[in-house]
Every structure is written in C-alpha cells, then in structure tokens.
T-cell receptor, first 115, second 111 residues
C-alpha cells in the first residue's frame, strides 16, 4: 500500500527558532499534499493544501508567513514553522493524494514541542 | 511494520440501508482507535475507542473495538445522503502519540 513518511517524528525546540517538517510519499507521486494540525479531543484542522510547483493554498486563519509550505517535488512537501512559540506546540500530520484518485494517505505525524 | 486496513474501500448503498465499516490493525504500543468522517476538508472526529467491547454511540452511528482480534467496526443505521463521505480509521500509539491512518472507506448513499 501507499506509504507516507514524516520527519522528524518528534522535535523539541526553543521559542523563537524555526522548525522544518518533511512529508514524503515513498512509493507514489503526490501532486497534492495536505497539512493538518491536531487540536484537543482529536480534532484535525486543515492548515493548507500544497501543490507541486505552485504556491500552497492556506485555510482561513492560518498565517502563511508563519507556516511556510514548499512542495518542491512530486514526493516531498515541507512545512516550516517560523519563530515558533509555545502555542505552536501540537501534532502536525500530512497526507498525500495518490495520482488521480481521491484517496488520501496520511503520514504518522510530527509532535512539535516549543519550550 | 504497523498496519491499519479498512474494508471495504468503497461502498454504495441506498438511503435507509445499514452499513458496517471495518478497520483492522497491527500496531505496536496501541493507545486508542479513532474514527473520522471526511467530506471536504479536515476529517471530523467521530469516536475514540480505548476499551474492548464498549460500544460508543452517537445518533445513528455506533462503534466498537475488539482488542483481542484487533479490529473495530463503525455502524451507520438508516443511512442518509448526508452520510456520504470517506470514513477514516486511525490508531493512536502510546509512544510519541504517532497515528496510523487507514486508507479510508468511501461511502456513497444514493437517494
């Protein structure tokens, strides 16, 4: 089956630093990837849609200058949390669309803790 | 290798039908199993199951977990067209709160 990986799985950083999270589709090409953030009670919020070779589409309320998304290739999208603050601490999950299908394959998530 | 397998991958029913969606898993450090409904954007949380044999219910939806046989089912009774969506099963792990999602079941309810 399709596999999506995320790296790192866990990161702890100081307030004010930037953190990059990678999302890779390991055995398929993903023209579209999605970035989610998990909130309490297991709810997931879509942050942005990442399209290969073009700018990401951000959801309302998500600061594009703070959460930089780059989809440089058909197998890699990155999310950079710039000038991280403790309130950015969360679980970030990516998913990837496989080819022309509607199926999304989710990564295992990245736990970010900002001290 | 962790696995979360959902079946069927897609399902077409008529309004009023009852459906059962399946999720089986092989995951180390199991913490909980989650069901989500995804229509357009972010998946909407439905249930979290941690204990075997205890049914969780919300309206026409119900779910139960079997930790011995490593599976869960999601039941929807008296389906409506608004139930059409992709239903995702995810397993949350103890270490690092990793999540493993299944590929989802696409449910289509026809009038």
């Amino acid at each position: 089956g399709a596999v999506v990986s995320q790296h790192p799985s866990r990161v702890i950083c100081k307030s004010g630093t930037s953190v990059k999270i990678e999302c890779r589709s390991l055995d398929f090409q993903a023209t579209t990837m999605f970035w989610y953030r998990q909130f309490p009670k297991q709810s997931l919020m879509l942050m942005a849609t990442s399209n290969e070779g073009s700018k990401a589409t951000y959801e309302q309320g998500v600061e594009k200058d703070k959460f930089l998304i780059n989809h440089a290739s058909l197998t890699l999208s990155t999310l950079t949390v710039t000038s991280a603050h403790p309130e950015d601490s969360s679980f970030y999950i990516c998913s990837a669309h496989r080819g022309n299908t509607d199926t999304q394959y989710f990564g295992p998530g990245t736990r970010l803790t900002v001290l | 290798e962790d696995k979360v397998v959902q079946s069927p991958l897609s399902l077409v029913v008529h309004e009023g039908d009852t459906v059962t969606l399946n999720c089986s898993y092989e995951v180390t450090n199991f913490r909980s199993l989650l069901w989500y409904k995804q229509e357009k954007k972010a998946p909407t949380f439905l249930f979290m199951l941690t204990s075997s044999g205890i049914e969780k219910k919300s309206g026409r939806l119900s779910s139960i977990l079997d930790k011995k046989e490593l599976f869960s089912i999601l039941n929807i009774t008296a389906t409506q067209t608004g139930d059409s969506a992709v239903y995702l099963c995810a397993v949350e792990k103890n270490n690092n709160n990793d999540m493993r999602f299944g590929a989802g079941t696409r449910l289509t309810v026809k009038p």
